[in-house]
Structures are given as C-alpha cells and as structure tokens.
C-alpha cells in the first residue's frame, strides 16, 4: 500500500517533469499576463474565520493545481474581534491533531487583511493548513484546517 503509493508519486513527478519540459519551449501566453488566473479565496465567499467547515470546503473546491493560489482573507484583529493566521502543519500527525507547536507561521494576524495573504502551491507534497491561534484551538474546534495535494493540471483552458 505504501509502497504502491510512493511509486505512483514517483510516476506523476516523472509526468510532471517531462509535462514542463514540453511546455517550456512553446509560447502560450502570447503577451497575455496569466500569472494571478488560478487564484481561489479559500472559504469562498466566508473567508478564513473560527467555526467554518474547511475541510469540507477544500473537498467542494478541489482539486487543486500546481501554481494554484490560495487566498487568505481574514480582517486585522480589532477590540471585538479575534486574531487568525495561516500556519503549515509539519506533518499527517500535526494536522489530525492540531499541533500547531512544530508549525511554520505563513502569515501573521495582520497579513490577512485587505487582498489577503496570497500562497502559491509550488511543490509536489501536501501542505496542512491550519488557523495557528490558541495554540490549536482555532484549528480543533475552530474547524479551521485543511489539507491540499496539487494535482497536475490534465489541460491548457485558454482557447
Ligand atoms: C503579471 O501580473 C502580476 C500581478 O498582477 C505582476 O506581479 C507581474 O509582474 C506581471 N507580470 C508581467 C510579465 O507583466
Ligand atoms: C466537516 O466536513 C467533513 C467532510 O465533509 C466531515 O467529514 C466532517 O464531519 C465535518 N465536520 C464537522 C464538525 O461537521
Ligand atoms: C509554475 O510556475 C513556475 C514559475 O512561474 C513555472 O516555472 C512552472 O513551470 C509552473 N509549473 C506548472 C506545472 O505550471
Ligand atoms: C472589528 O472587526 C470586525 C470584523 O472584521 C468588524 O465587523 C467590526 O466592525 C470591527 N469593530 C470595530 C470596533 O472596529
Ligand atoms: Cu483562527
């Protein structure tokens, strides 16, 4: 099972690989800037804040692409408000149980403010993202976390 899965990433970064090889010496962008195309608010319209479904949402919403970015909107914490961040859980066992102690800190509870905190899915690995305030609350209770995969894009949508 293990084993089945690791040759099957090792097969897709192989695809990936030669898929970006192919497509460095041809010209689709015409002049036309497509670098801000792919990027999605994560949590749509409800933005980042305590008690929303991410994990369901993220299922609703994906899958999601390599060079995808994930928006985080969340307002500067005020007198009747409270703080949220964007965190990158170290590993499966941080994520399920919300440590949020060997995390890295993305974004700060200031970065999510007017167009957001903008995250690029460069890498072939999956990112745990989590809310990182009270030391894992947000992210247990708060439902605040997701995890995400970039596939390879199957096609070019420009016409
Ligand atoms: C494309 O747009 C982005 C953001 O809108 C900007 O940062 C970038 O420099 C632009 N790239 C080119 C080649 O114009
Ligand atoms: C959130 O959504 C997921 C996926 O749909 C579901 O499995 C889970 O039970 C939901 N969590 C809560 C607390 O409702
Ligand atoms: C992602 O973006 C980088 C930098 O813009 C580019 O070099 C790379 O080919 C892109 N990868 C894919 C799969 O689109
Ligand atoms: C505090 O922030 C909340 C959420 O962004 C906003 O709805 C509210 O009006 C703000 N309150 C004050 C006193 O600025
Ligand atoms: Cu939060």
Redesign the pocket.
């Known amino acids: 099972m293990a084993t089945n899965f690791a040759q099957c990433l090792i097969l897709l970064a192989i695809t990936?690989s030669i898929?970006?090889v192919s497509?460095?010496n041809k010209d689709w962008s015409f002049g036309f800037n497509y670098?801000d195309w792919w990027e999605i608010i994560v949590g749509g319209s409800e933005h980042w804040h305590f008690g929303y479904n991410y994990t369901n949402w993220a299922i609703n919403n994906g899958p999601f692409y390599?060079?995808d970015t994930l928006v985080f909107k969340y307002d500067a914490p005020n007198a009747t408000s409270f703080p949220h961040s964007v965190y990158l859980l170290a590993n499966f066992w941080s994520f399920l149980n919300c440590d949020v102690k060997k995390a890295k800190m993305l974004a700060n509870p200031k970065q999510g403010a007017e167009e957001g905190f903008k995250f690029v899915l460069?890498k072939w690995q999956p990112y745990y993202f989590a809310c990182g305030e009270r030391n894992g609350f947000h992210c247990n209770n708060g439902q605040m976390k997701f995890a995400v995969i970039p596939m390879?894009?199957p096609f070019w949508p420009w016409p």
């Open positions: 990936a898929f970006e497509m460095a670098t390599f060079n460069k390879l894009r």
